[in-house]
């Protein structure tokens, strides 16, 4: 499954920018299916300043479809760092 988010390109710039985090707060259940319940692999790369509305678009994605609680969200997003799950390369 691909879900675009380019923020710079028509139809939507101008006047609106769509930024990978919106899209993914759109996409809570298919994210909690294939990283909460079929083990898929995360990978983010890019600007460094979207890191934070990533981390929190994809603990709230697993907190909304019963993946992780609000409790164990960083718990949860720690073990996929550990286990090589979810990679992230940001500048």
């Not at 990283?35 to 929190?56: E, H, T």
Request: charged letters at 25%; one cysteine or more; a negative charge.
């Amino acid at each position: 499954t691909l879900v675009n988010a380019f923020s710079h390109d028509k139809p939507h710039y101008p006047p609106k920018m769509i930024f990978v985090n919106q899209r993914m707060e759109e996409n809570t259940r298919l994210l909690g299916d294939l990283l909460g319940k079929q083990g898929g692999y995360f990978y983010m790369c890019g600007l460094a300043v979207a890191v934070p509305g990533i981390d929190k678009a994809l603990k709230g994605a697993m907190v909304a479809e019963g993946v992780c609680t609000k409790q164990g969200e960083d718990a949860w997003i720690a073990e996929m760092k550990e286990s090589g799950r979810y990679s992230q390369e940001s500048y």
